[in-house]
């Protein structure tokens, strides 16, 4: 995997997470780590590539590093730490990043319906 494809890929869960998610990351670039998002507390984590795969499986594999950081960050902000939240049930479980039909998707992890591809949210 490029480093363009990574790029790429990250602009597309970043897109879900500018539209549900209160909190946002400051991202930077660490020799030593790669690309970090850094949350308003301090805290910070690193993504990682996954090893091989499709481009749905990166897509659905930074989804899940990203959806990490954002609980940690909400909660960190006092906030509801559920992201993204199932339009379903809200309060109770964030939709789960996967691949379905060579697709990265999120789904309600409970019902196990797909609730949108990864990049197309809808902002709440």
Do not use: N
Not at 13 to 31: E, G, K, M, N
Not at 53 to 73: I, R, Y
Request: net charge negative; hydrophobic share 40%; with cysteine.
């Amino acid at each position: 995997m490029d480093d363009r494809e990574f790029a790429d890929g990250l602009e597309t869960v970043l897109r879900d997470l500018r539209a549900q998610c209160a909190v946002q990351p400051d991202i930077r670039t660490d020799d030593t780590y790669g690309i970090m998002l850094w949350a308003p507390d301090g805290s910070a984590q690193g993504l990682t590539s996954p090893l091989g795969g499709t481009g749905a499986d990166l897509l659905a594999h930074l989804a899940d590093q990203v959806q990490d950081w954002a609980v940690e960050a909400l909660w960190s902000e006092g906030a509801s730490a559920v992201w993204p939240q199932c339009p379903t049930h809200p309060d109770p479980h964030p939709l789960t990043a996967t691949v379905r039909t060579d697709t990265a998707v999120w789904v309600c992890p409970k019902k196990g319906t797909t609730v949108a591809r990864i990049g197309e949210l809808e902002t709440q």
